[in-house]
C-alpha cells in the first residue's frame, strides 16, 4: 500500500516502484531529465527511442518524464492509455515557435507551393496534424530522403536542424524560422575556448546547434547516437555540446571515460528550464493521483497520428 501525499522520509523511488506495479505503468524518460528520474526510469533516450517505446507499450499507464510534446506524442499513439506528464507546464521554445494557426495561415498564403510538411516532432499535435511526416533528429536525415523528389518541402519549426538536413542530403527545403533556446547559447567562441583546453577532445553536438557550432564539432547527432559515439570514440575526455543532462546518462553508461560539457557564450547553465521542471516529487504525485494528464480531442489525435506512424514506418 503507498502512502498518500507527502513523503515522510520514505524513499520515494521506492513508493515510486510500488505505484508503478500498482498502476501497471512504464516510466519513459528523455535524456535531458534530472539524474533522480532518468534512474528510476523503465526506459531512457531520445525523442524516437521514446516514441518507439510509447507504441509499443503494453502497460496501462505512461508517466512521461520529458516535455509536453514528447508526452502528447504518447497519448497521440496510445489513445487508450492514460499518459501522465510529472509538470504540465513543461514546453518547449521550439514548439512555442510555430503555433498551429500561424503554420495554418502560411499554408493557406502559399498554397501554390502546394507544400510537403516535414515537422520535427518538438512541435505541438495542432503543428503535427497540418503535417504529412514527423521527424525526430535522430531520423531527420532519412526521412527527408524519403520525401516525394517532385514537392516543395516546408520543414518546421527547427531552422538549424533543417539547415543541417539540407547539407547532408543536398535537398532544397523551406524552414520556418524556430530555434531552441538552449542550443543557440553554444557559440563558435564558447567551443574553441574549451577545444583550446583539451585540445584532444572530439567535440559531438546536438543538430540544434547553429551552423557555427557545427562546424566546429567532430560528429553531429541526436542524444541517443551521442550515447553510441561516446562509447566508441577512442578518446578518453569528449566534449559534450547539448543540454546538460546528457552528461548524466553519459557518466553512467560510459565509465571509464571524462565528459566536459560544452560551455555557452555567457556561462549559462546549459540547461533546459522545461525539461528541468519534471521532479522526482512531481513523478510520485502524478503517479498517485493520476493527474496531470494528457488529453487530445479525438479528431486532432487522429489527424496527429497518420504522420507520426509514418515516422514510425519509414525509420525502422
Ligand atoms: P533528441 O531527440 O536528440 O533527444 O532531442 C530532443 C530535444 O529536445 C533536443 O533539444
Ligand atoms: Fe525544447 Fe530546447 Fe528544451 Fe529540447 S532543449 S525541449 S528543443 S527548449
Redesign the pocket.
Known amino acids: 500500500m503507498v502512502s498518500s501525499g507527502v513523503n515522510f522520509g520514505l524513499d520515494l523511488a521506492a513508493e515510486i516502484a510500488e505505484l508503478k506495479r500498482e498502476r501497471n505503468a512504464v516510466i519513459l524518460a528523455h535524456n ?1 531529465q534530472v539524474p533522480e528520474i532518468q534512474d528510476i526510469a523503465d526506459y531512457v533516450g531520445d525523442s524516437l527511442g521514446l516514441s518507439y517505446r510509447a507504441a509499443e507499450t503494453d502497460a496501462d499507464v505512461i508517466l512521461f518524464c520529458g ?1 509536453h510534446f514528447m508526452a502528447e506524442t504518447a497519448k497521440i499513439v496510445n489513445p487508450g492509455k492514460r499518459v501522465l506528464l510529472p509538470d504540465l507546464d513543461a514546453g ?4 512555442e515557435s510555430c503555433p498551429p494557426e500561424k503554420l495554418q495561415a502560411y499554408l493557406e498564403e502559399h498554397a501554390d507551393k502546394n507544400y510537403y510538411v516535414i515537422a520535427y516532432i ?1 512541435c505541438s499535435a495542432g503543428v503535427k496534424a497540418l503535417s504529412d511526416v514527423i521527424c525526430t533528429s535522430g531520423n531527420a536525415e532519412k526521412i527527408v530522403r524519403s520525401a516525394p523528389a517532385d514537392r516543395n518541402i516546408l520543414f518546421v519549426p527547427d531552422q538549424n536542424l533543417g539547415a543541417w538536413v539540407m547539407e547532408r542530403t543536398g535537398r532544397k527545403m523551406y524552414l520556418w524560422q524556430g530555434t ?4 543557440v547559447e553554444f557559440t563558435a567562441r564558447s567551443i574553441n575556448g574549451i577545444r583550446e583546453r583539451y585540445p584532444d577532445a572530439p567535440v559531438v553536438a546536438h543538430p ?1 546547434c547553429t551552423y557555427a557550432v557545427r562546424l566546429l564539432a567532430d560528429e553531429v547527432c541526436s542524444t541517443e547516437k551521442m550515447v553510441t559515439f561516446c562509447r566508441e570514440s577512442p578518446a578518453r575526455e569528449i566534449i559534450v555540446v547539448t ?1 546538460a543532462g546528457m552528461l548524466h546518462r553519459l557518466k553512467k553508461e560510459i565509465p571509464g571515460k571524462v565528459f566536459i560539457p560544452g560551455p555557452t557564450e555567457n556561462c549559462f547553465c546549459g540547461e ?1 528550464r ?2 528541468k521542471m519534471n521532479t522526482l516529487e512531481k513523478a510520485h504525485e502524478a503517479l498517485l493521483k493520476m493527474t496531470p494528464e494528457i488529453t487530445l480531442p479525438e479528431p486532432l489525435r487522429k489527424r496527429a497520428e497518420a504522420p507520426i506512424l509514418r515516422m514510425l514506418e519509414l525509420s525502422r
Do not use: A, K, Q, W
Not at 92 to 95: A, D, E, P, T, V
Open positions: 535531458y516535455v518547449c521554445s521550439l514548439s518538438n531552441c533556446y538552449i542550443h540544434e543540454e533546459c522545461f525539461m
